[in-house]
């Protein structure tokens, strides 16, 4: 059975961790090997007993951006996923400031000797922070190219906005990626958990 991949990108603080863990918790209690392969500075940001509970395995990339500095590492960590561990699923978290479509075209690379499934690109847009986000030019401009790779944007922290602020920032989002599916997270209630593990059970994207 081919190796599913998916990516879960987005800016710093954006939920990406807290949501894998959430997605993880689902998927695996339906059956599936999930692997997580995480590109952040520092250890590991992913509890220990969540792991054992769940039964992840869990590759930490360091060394810089698995978009252009360490793209080879990640290359090499895919394969070995492949050949040794085989999970049914893995879920490659980039640090907060990755271009996901590079990450995309390394996944492409490792679909060429192995087989790989290439899942959804989900990006997720912090609607607490949408003002911010979207105001400062640096920022936006990481964002919005964030945002482009997408084949799903997922608004993250519903439940701390009311409902114009995230309308705000679904019109927003779509200005910026009129072809995406977007989706609403809360991780705290819990709500579009399931829909959006379903979504990634479901879609095996062109590679």
């Not at 599936?32 to 220990?48: H, I, R, S």
């Not at 679909?111 to 920022?139: C, M, N, Q």
């Not at 997270?185 to 959006?196: A, E, P, W």
């Amino acid at each position: 059975m081919p190796m599913k991949i998916v990516q879960i990108a987005g800016y710093l603080g954006s939920g990406k961790t807290t949501l894998i863990i959430a997605l993880s918790r689902v998927i695996s209690g339906q059956g599936a090997k999930v692997a997580v392969l995480v590109n952040d500075v520092g250890a590991v940001p992913v509890d220990g007993a969540v792991m054992q509970e769940y039964g992840l395995t869990v590759k930490d990339i360091g060394g810089g951006c698995i978009c252009c500095q360490v793209s080879g590492s990640l290359l090499r960590t895919l394969e070995g996923l492949a050949s040794e561990i085989r999970p049914d699923l893995v879920i490659i978290e980039p640090t907060g400031i990755a271009v996901p479509g590079s990450i995309s075209e390394t996944v492409r690379l490792a679909a060429r000797k192995h087989p790989v499934e290439i899942g959804h690109t989900i990006v997720l847009f912090d609607t607490s922070r949408a003002a911010k986000l979207l105001t400062y030019d640096s920022l936006k401009h990481l964002v919005a190219t964030q945002v482009k790779d997408a084949t799903i944007i997922a608004l993250s922290k519903c439940d701390l906005v009311a409902e114009p602020q995230i309308e705000g920032a679904s019109r927003a989002m779509r200005e910026i990626n009129a072809a995406a599916e977007i989706m609403r997270l809360s991780v705290v209630s819990g709500d579009g958990i399931s829909g959006l593990a379903d979504r990634i059970g479901s879609a095996v994207l062109s590679a």
